[in-house]
Each structure stands twice: as structure tokens, then as C-alpha cells.
């Protein structure tokens, strides 16, 4: 047996220094809690002890407190579900006199504006990130957000979904359970998966 050529085939090892590990260990936890936001969870745990559909100024007072950017006269029933990376507090923005109904959830990855007047049925969710799409190995690649903009006065159903790069249009309808992939005009109704017009309103 060639001993040169059994040499040449043998792997060498990564060797792993002390150093290396504590800065692989110092990545992956800071990687795991990169998305934490600690203010936000006291915040939710004080305002989930209010139930549903009481206490509403008490609730938009508390999320007001926590730097969400409130009108005066809006009602939030129940404690929307808000995620992202950074201080997703500063992009969240809702105007004056608007209702937000129970469980809804805010991708806070991208700036949220909603509308004076605006309401939000149960459980809507509003998607500021998605993926591009990557290779044949791992289809969801790199991500991507973009804002969404509810105008004054719209109404988006119970389990309605918007996609990131969404403006919906001042006194539009998105009915229930409608996936919105595109703008909507203003007084405009949609429905569908995916929303197509459905009328204008007067």
C-alpha cells in the first residue's frame, strides 16, 4: 500500500480553540434573542389580564404608554399580537377613532399605518415580510419587507390577510377572510383569495 497516497486522503479536523467556541456561543445566543423585546412583554402581560372587549381606553392607554403611536378615540378590544426585529414600537401607527378587534396580528418588520376610522376585524393579520425565492435547495431565501398603509375610514373583514407593499385605500371594504395581494383603490370592495374587486362603493 502507498502510504504517501493514504496520507493524502486523510482529513484534517477543524480545530476548535476556546475562543472559537465562546464566539460561536455568543452568536447563536444573541441570534436567539435578537427578536426579544422585554417592554413589550410586560406590556402584554399587563394588558392580557384585562378580558376582550373591556377596559378598551385602558388597554389603548397602556400600549400609548409603551410608545405606540395612538389616536385619541381609538379602541383596541384585545391585545394585538405584535413581531419583528429592532423596536418595531416605532413603526406600528394607528390614527384617531379606529376599532381593533381581537387577535390581531401586526409583522412589524416594515412601518404599519392605520387610518383614522379605520377598523380591523377579529384576528386580521397584517404581513410586512415575506421571502424572495431562492434556489432549488431552500425556496424561502432571503427576506424582505415592505410597508402596509390601511387608509381612513377602511374596513378589513375578520381573517382578512395583507401582503407586505399593501396600501388599501380610503373607504374600502376587504371582506372576510380575503388574502389581499394587491392595492385596493379607495371605496373600493374586494374579496377573494386572492381579493379581486368585487364593486365600487358609492
Aim: hydrophobic content about 40%; proline content about 5%.
Amino acid at each position: 500500500m502507498d502510504d504517501t497516497k493514504s496520507k493524502t486522503n486523510v482529513t484534517k479536523k477543524p480545530s476548535y480553540s476556546p475562543i472559537n467556541i465562546i464566539a460561536k456561543i455568543r452568536m447563536v445566543f444573541f441570534d436567539e434573542i435578537r427578536a426579544l423585546q422585554p417592554r413589550l412583554i410586560f406590556i402584554n402581560f399587563i394588558t392580557k389580564i384585562i378580558p376582550y372587549y373591556t377596559g378598551t381606553r385602558l388597554r389603548t392607554h397602556i400600549l400609548k404608554v409603551a410608545g405606540i403611536n395612538i389616536g385619541h378615540g381609538t379602541f383596541i378590544m384585545g391585545t394585538p399580537h405584535m413581531h419583528g426585529l429592532g423596536d418595531i414600537r416605532r413603526r406600528l401607527r394607528i390614527g384617531h377613532d379606529a376599532v381593533i378587534n381581537v387577535n390581531c396580528f401586526f409583522d412589524l418588520n416594515a412601518p404599519i399605518v392605520i387610518g383614522h376610522h379605520a377598523a380591523l376585524g377579529h384576528e386580521v393579520m397584517l404581513i410586512t415580510s415575506s421571502h424572495q425565492i431562492g434556489d432549488k435547495n431552500h425556496r424561502a431565501g432571503q427576506l424582505r419587507a415592505a410597508p402596509i398603509t390601511i387608509g381612513d375610514g377602511a374596513w378589513i373583514g375578520s381573517r382578512s390577510t395583507i401582503l407586505p407593499g399593501i396600501t388599501i385605500g380610503a373607504g374600502s371594504i376587504v371582506a372576510a377572510g380575503s388574502v389581499v395581494t394587491k392595492d385596493v383603490l379607495p371605496h373600493t370592495l374586494v374579496g377573494g383569495v386572492p381579493a379581486r374587486v368585487i364593486r365600487d362603493i358609492d
